[in-house]
Structure formats: structure tokens, C-alpha cells
């Protein structure tokens, strides 16, 4: 496709359950990244790809939350444990390279915990 | 510590300029982005400066002054469509550092 995608779209879970989050990036992409906006808020960022390996994790909110990138294309953000304060839009953005290099953004997930 | 400020909400009529206002204290500063981000949709590109002065692309141009840690987005001949939300963002390292947006609203 021509822009990143993500799925699902919208995702309401019960808390204490366990929820997957995709990205895919445009293809040729190396730098992928997943941010968080919650309502009225700005975009936060949580963590950013390289290729397959993760040099930057710090935006992780806890050890609830991880993420993984396969054949440097797909990237999968798993929330372990859902909590009502998780409920934001989970932004997926992907970029030719890294720092100066434009980030291009999916629609994103509209996770809602009840 | 990081902080990147810019107003809430900002209201104009179609065919005025309006001038969006960012100013950024971070440790790093590798560029500064604007994006544009409609209710309910992804943020869109919209410009990219790392050298001081004004850059023009349409009836958008961005602005930025890095000894005052300032940058503006100038909207000119404004049209209904050009309501949403403004994300200022700074590239300080390996993401970028997001503003809170400014929302502005276009009337006729």
C-alpha cells in the first residue's frame, strides 16, 4: 500500500485483558515508531525501531507494554493487562530513515479499556 | 527537561492569515516538523525546518528562529477545510517531541 496501515481500527477490551496492536510501515521504510495520544493531549512518544532491533524503548509506560518488528516490516505492540489509563489512539509512524528523515503517520487504534 | 508550547485554540475567518505560534526547550534539536492532524484522522506532514528563516510551500510557509527556541506556521487565504489541529514537533534525538496542538476553527 501506499501509506502506513494499522489494525485494528478500534478496539474496546475488558481490563485485565491482553491486547495486539499492528503496524505496517511503508514499505522501504526503516524507522518505525509508536506513539500514544490521549485525549487532549499530545503525541507521546513509546518506542522506536531500527530495522528489527529497538535502540530506543524509554516511552515504554511500563512492563506492561512491549513491541516487536519482524522482516523489518511489520511491528506488533502488545499491552499485557489492560488498564483504563491505557485507553488512547496508538499511532504507528514509519520513516525513510531516523531523526531528520519525515515521519509518516497511520490512522491509528482507538483502544478504549473499560 | 523537554517542553514544547503553543496555544490552544486559535479561531479565524475564511480568507484571513492566521500565524500559529511554537516555542520548544529541549536538550537536542535536529529540525522542527508541523503537521496537520483533522479530528478523528492521522497526522499529515506539512513542513520541516532546521535552518533559521522561512520556508514557503503554497499558501503554508514555517518559520524558525533557533537562538529563540520559536517557530510559527503562517496559514494564508484560509479555507474551511483548513480546520484542525496544528502539531508542532521537535526532532531532539531518535522521535520527535510533540506540542498539545492548537486547534483552530474556520468560519465563514
Known amino acids: 500500500g501506499a501509506g502506513v496501515s494499522q489494525s485494528p481500527s478500534n478496539k474496546v477490551t475488558e481490563k485485565g485483558k491482553d491486547v495486539e496492536l499492528r503496524c505496517d510501515p511503508i514499505s522501504g521504510h526503516t524507522a518505525l515508531y509508536w506513539y500514544r495520544q490521549r485525549l487532549g493531549q499530545g503525541l507521546e512518544f513509546l518506542i522506536y525501531?531500527?530495522?528489527?532491533?529497538?535502540?530506543?524503548k524509554s516511552g515504554l509506560p511500563s512492563d506492561r507494554f512491549s513491541a516487536e518488528r519482524t522482516g523489518e516490516s511489520v511491528s506488533t505492540l502488545t499491552i499485557q493487562r489492560t488498564q483504563q489509563e491505557d485507553s488512547a489512539v496508538y499511532l504507528c509512524?514509519?520513516?525513510?530513515?531516523?531523526?531528520?528523515?519525515?515521519?509518516?503517520f497511520g490512522p491509528g487504534t482507538r483502544l478504549l479499556v473499560l | 527537561g523537554q517542553n514544547i508550547d503553543q496555544p490552544t485554540e486559535m479561531t479565524a475567518t475564511e480568507g484571513a492569515i492566521v500565524q500559529i505560534n511554537c516555542t520548544y526547550q529541549?536538550?537536542?534539536?535536529?529540525?522542527l516538523f508541523w503537521y496537520q492532524q483533522h479530528a478523528g484522522e492521522a497526522p499529515t506532514f506539512l513542513s520541516y525546518?532546521?535552518?533559521?528563516g522561512l520556508e514557503e510551500k503554497g499558501r503554508f510557509s514555517s518559520f524558525l528562529s533557533r537562538s529563540k527556541g520559536y517557530s510559527y506556521l503562517l496559514l494564508k487565504e484560509l479555507q474551511m477545510k483548513d480546520s484542525a489541529s496544528y502539531l508542532c514537533?521537535?526532532?531532539?534525538?531518535?522521535?520527535?517531541?510533540f506540542g498539545k496542538g492548537t486547534t483552530l476553527s474556520v468560519s465563514s
Open positions: 525501531f531500527q530495522g528489527n532491533s529497538a535502540p530506543d
Open positions: 529541549t536538550s537536542g534539536f535536529n529540525g
Open positions: 509512524a514509519s520513516s525513510l530513515g531516523g531523526n531528520q528523515e519525515t515521519q509518516y
Open positions: 514537533a521537535v526532532s531532539a534525538g531518535t522521535a520527535l517531541i
Open positions: 525546518n532546521v535552518l533559521d
